[in-house]
């Protein structure tokens, strides 16, 4: 499985956007960029995931470099709820269609610490 | 459910007794995993059904360790002989395949091996 490389933590404000950074510059060409979060004593929740165009969703974006060796992962205003380990990780597809993914494997993420 | 449900969600075992960990998924989720993650660690893949395929048990630790899904539907990791290095946070996830969204996972069962 390609390796991702993310920050042990990082830190911000309250309100304030947040960008997580991730490198995997052994990125396949079937592999898609997942980020997933766990708050403490939950499992992990899915946060979004993409190939080669940056998205957005209702939680976050995700900024694709052009080259796709890194991504990052922003919170446009963070929230004390978002305090959380966030785990970004390749996986490649499987099947047919491309919306098929394989298993996950999971690094050791960056821890977040949102502060009021 | 609306979500992926494990049972029980804390299970204390002495050393050397068989314990079963409960999931149940999504209703209608092709895939589903289990995952295990020990204090302050990520998480550790074990094993993976998708559809009628056969299982991809690659990260089952060792023979202790199993898991059915029955009907495509339920399915139950079976830990043989408990050591107390098997103490850790059991983790169901499941996900329909195609739909272009990510795994779902459960709150997860507790295991505490004394």
């Known amino acids: 499985d390609a390796k991702t490389t993310q920050p042990n933590s990082m830190e911000s404000n309250e309100e304030e956007p947040v960008h997580l950074p991730c490198n995997h510059s052994?990125?396949?060409?079937?592999?898609?960029i997942h980020w997933y979060r766990q708050l403490p004593s939950q499992g992990p929740e899915y946060v979004i995931h993409?190939?080669?165009s940056n998205v957005n969703n209702r939680m976050a974006s995700l900024a694709i470099a052009e080259d796709r060796k890194s991504s990052t992962l922003i919170l446009h205003r963070a929230t004390l709820r978002d305090a959380a380990v966030y785990y970004c990780?390749?996986?490649?597809?499987?099947?047919?269609?491309?919306?098929?993914?394989?298993?996950?494997?999971f690094g050791q993420g960056t821890i977040l610490t949102v502060h009021p | 459910g609306a979500g992926v449900s494990q049972s029980p969600s804390n299970k204390v075992t002495e050393k050397g007794k068989d314990v079963e960990l409960r999931c149940d998924p999504i209703?209608?989720?092709?895939?589903l995993y289990w995952y295990r993650q020990s204090l302050g660690q990520g998480l550790e893949f074990l094993i993976y059904?998708?559809?009628?395929?056969?299982?991809?048990k690659s990260g089952l630790p060792s023979d202790r360790f199993s898991a059915e899904r029955t009907g495509g539907s339920v399915s139950t990791l079976t830990i043989q002989r408990t050591q107390q290095e098997d103490s850790a946070v059991y983790l169901c996830?499941?996900?329909?395949?195609?739909?272009?969204?990510?795994?779902?996972f459960g709150s997860g069962t507790r295991l505490t091996v004394v």
């Open positions: 990780i390749l996986s490649q597809t499987v099947g047919a269609g491309g919306t098929s993914y394989g298993k996950l494997t």
């Open positions: 052994t990125i396949s060409g079937t592999d898609y």
């Open positions: 993409g190939l080669t």
């Open positions: 209703s209608g989720h092709t895939a």
């Open positions: 059904f998708q559809g009628n395929s056969a299982p991809d």
């Open positions: 996830a499941s996900i329909l395949q195609g739909s272009g969204y990510g795994y779902t």
